[in-house]
């Protein structure tokens, strides 16, 4: 057998199916299967499972004969063997033992039913009366395409009057959608849809004489190009009661692609995981134009006759983004330039000639050309389903092209490690999803709150309710994937009294129920004013209410499915002081000898009974509104020893002082207030282990402070700090 060594490659990769060498070689089936040419149609790939293929099988009498060819695993095939009716009846399945592979005659299909009397010369011409509402003398049915188990298109023509039909047959669960876009065409000035049966999955039209615009099919005139632009224009102008198309979908097809591909071609799965979030940010950067679609637009689904065009095969019409039909249009074109099937000058013709026939009846949807892109991708599966000519080179080209592309175009903020980023942008995403689940209706576009590159993200929702009532949602992303555990704490916080309504009035924001693909959680924003913008002032009430809310924090008897340690405080402490010695490397003395006396002091504290702590806290983490206090931000959330939060929030203001005053005592005044709302709320801790781990979390500015310039000039004050040495605590 030959194969490419792409192929080959890709066969290897591969043992649970030994077929597969086979399927890919056409030789190697036209000799299997004696016929003089072999052709394959698609090729559908399940990783590990199976693989099959529609064959065009040409026998040496130029008749031709469809089949379905099918590799299996070993275990499977044993199992398919067993089969009696594919081996007892008139229509029988050829089996090749040595490859693992069954060739399935269309009468067998098994989506198909309908299959066995219409392709069945006994009952075939009666079948076809009740199929098309006609009858005919001398009826002839050739297959024109057949994918197994999902299509087949046939042209049925009468020799005996000349009269031709078209007849499609799909799996009836995908009939309603194929039968709406046969009438949507006879709307459209296209073929009387002559009969159509939801049983059997068929519908039957008149045949449309005239030829394909395909450029490979024969000369491509622009004249005809332009006019297809309009005639695509004036249906977009249309009106029909059709399936929505959301942005979601489009979206889930761009994903599907590349998932599928980085299957086939392993070593590009990063580069297609990069294209696949570019393009999803480039199309969700655009709104998009609703309206009738075709759904699956290219020059040879319109069809010119006498100088006049229409448009065939509306089988997946929809509402959706007008854009997309302009793009896949032009990215068929662009793949058939690719594969140099059509003169570069002859394409740029061709797509202007289209572009310019939509514009003379309506503007072009100002998201073609991010569909354009959208649609390249779509189809850089097809080289190897079709098992094109070194399928893997022209892969590799198209990927090329649509990274050229993807540089001309505006796209919405994308992070490689946060794939869904540019959904959570999307209004067109993100509006349905509120309103559907939630009643709520987006009021301005959503917005980036913040961004931490590589690992997280957090979106701003501004929304209207029925009432006109005014909600602000927070949704949270995390590289990691979708974080579970923060927003089942902050429900039982809430349900344990911190709910911003006890007599406390201290709480954590609502969870808000939204499902969702971006793997997102979603809370209440909740209103007032950071703590932090309130430092300035220097009053010591604020800062009184942040320590009593803190106690009743810690105090709440949640416990956490996870433990932070005193051990873990320091191990963060030792790689912040090993980061800052890189930094200052003539400091690496002092700061080893500053790990040497933490670990000496954390190791002389008394024990302390664990409670929930916030882990992360410090003034940005407080919100106050009026009588309120709202504590946010409890992703680290852990069982611990309560010191850490309070020796932090200490740290923090200590160090916001030195910025400030270049001196740490100067936070004095508000640490005390602090420390007495913290005792009012009924919890007090003994005064050497918040001093330790004040003084352990103030070490990690040392570091911090390099990674800001207006920090920078506070770190040999850090390093200077006496109280650094001398513990006198």
Not at 446 to 460: D, E, N, Q, T, V
């Amino acid at each position: 057998m030959f194969l490419q060594p792409s192929s080959l490659a890709f066969a290897k990769r591969d043992p649970c199916l030994p077929g597969l060498r086979f399927l890919l070689d056409e030789a190697a089936l036209a000799r299997h299967l004696l016929a003089t040419k072999v052709t394959r149609i698609d090729l559908r790939y399940k990783p590990g499972v199976s693989c099959a293929a529609g064959l065009r099988v040409v026998g040496g009498a130029g008749d031709v004969e469809w089949l379905c060819a099918k590799a299996f695993t070993a275990k499977r095939f044993e199992q398919i063997k067993q089969r009696t009716h594919w081996h007892t009846g008139r229509w029988r399945v050829k089996l090749s033992e040595n490859h693992l592979v069954a060739f399935i005659p269309p009468q067998l299909d098994r989506k198909l039913k309908v299959l066995s009397k219409l392709l069945d010369p006994e009952t075939g011409e009666e079948k076809l009366v009740k199929i098309t509402g006609r009858s005919f003398a001398a009826p002839d049915l050739r297959i024109m395409r057949y994918k197994p188990n999902r299509r087949l298109v046939a042209q049925v023509t009468d020799h005996a009057s000349g009269r031709k039909a078209l007849l499609k047959v799909q799996q009836p669960a995908v009939f309603e959608a194929v039968e709406q876009g046969a009438r949507v065409a006879m709307r459209l000035n296209g073929p009387k849809v002559l009969a159509a049966d939801g049983k059997l999955g068929t519908i039957a039209s008149e045949w449309l004489p005239g030829v394909s615009l395909c450029p490979i099919e024969g000369d491509a005139d622009p004249s005809l190009f332009r006019l297809a632009g309009g005639c695509i224009a004036q249906h977009h102008q249309s009106s029909f009661d059709l399936r929505d198309l959301p942005r979601a979908a489009e979206i889930q097809s761009l994903h599907k692609v590349a998932s599928d591909l980085s299957k086939i071609l392993p070593d590009q799965s990063e580069r297609l995981a990069q294209i696949e979030m570019r393009a999803k940010a480039a199309l969700l950067m655009q709104a998009p134009q609703h309206g009738l679609t075709h759904g699956d637009l290219s020059a040879d689904q319109i069809i010119a006759n006498q100088g006049q065009v229409s448009v065939i095969d509306w089988d997946r019409a929809a509402t959706g983004d007008q854009g997309s039909d302009i793009g896949s249009f032009l990215a068929r074109l662009d793949m058939q330039l690719l594969v140099g099937l059509v003169p570069a000058r002859a394409a740029a013709d061709l797509k202007a000639a289209f572009l310019e026939g939509y514009r003379d009846h309506h503007a072009l949807p100002v998201s073609y050309q991010a569909q354009h892109i959208c649609h390249l991708v779509l189809l850089l599966t097809e080289p190897f389903r079709r098992q094109t000519a070194e399928w893997r080179g022209l892969t590799l080209t198209l990927m090329g092209h649509i990274e050229e592309l993807l540089e001309l175009v505006p796209a919405l903020p994308a992070d490689p490690a946060l794939p869904h980023l540019a959904e959570a942008l999307s209004v067109d995403v993100m509006g349905p999803l509120v309103k559907d689940q939630i009643r709520l209706s987006l009021t301005s576009p959503p917005k980036l709150y913040r961004h931490k590159p590589g690992k997280r993200a957090m979106i701003r929702y501004d929304c209207q309710a029925v009432d006109g009532e005014h909600h602000v949602l927070l949704s949270k992303m995390h590289s990691k994937g979708r974080d579970i555990r923060t927003p089942t704490l902050q429900t039982a916080l809430r349900a344990a009294g911190l709910d911003g309504r006890s007599p406390a009035k201290t709480g954590v924001p609502r969870v808000v129920d939204v499902r969702n693909t971006a793997d997102m959680w979603f809370m209440e924003h909740v209103p007032g004013t950071c703590l932090r913008d309130l430092q300035d002032e220097g009053q010591p009430e604020p800062f009184f209410r942040a320590g009593a809310a803190l106690g009743h924090f810690h105090k709440n008897g949640v416990v956490p499915d996870r433990v932070w340690s005193r051990d873990q405080e320091l191990e963060v402490l030792a790689g912040a002081l090993a980061k800052a010695a890189k930094v200052h490397p003539a400091h690496q003395p002092r700061l080893k000898e500053m790990l040497r006396q933490a670990e000496d002091a954390m190791g002389a504290l008394p024990s302390q009974q664990p409670t929930c702590i916030h882990r992360d806290f410090y003034p940005d983490q407080v919100i106050i509104d009026d009588d309120q206090i709202w504590l946010i931000d409890l992703d680290l959330a852990a069982l611990g020893d309560p010191a850490i939060d309070v020796g932090n929030f200490l740290a923090h203001l200590a160090e916001y002082a030195i910025r400030r005053t270049g001196r740490s005592d100067a936070a004095r005044p508000l640490e005390t207030a602090f420390l007495n709302g913290y005792q009012s709320a009924g919890f007090d801790l003994p005064r050497r282990s918040v001093q330790t781990l004040k003084s352990i979390s103030l070490m990690r500015h040392i570091y911090i402070s390099q990674l800001f310039e207006d920090r920078q000039r506070t770190t040999e004050v850090l390093l200077k700090e006496p109280w650094l040495d001398s513990w006198k605590i």
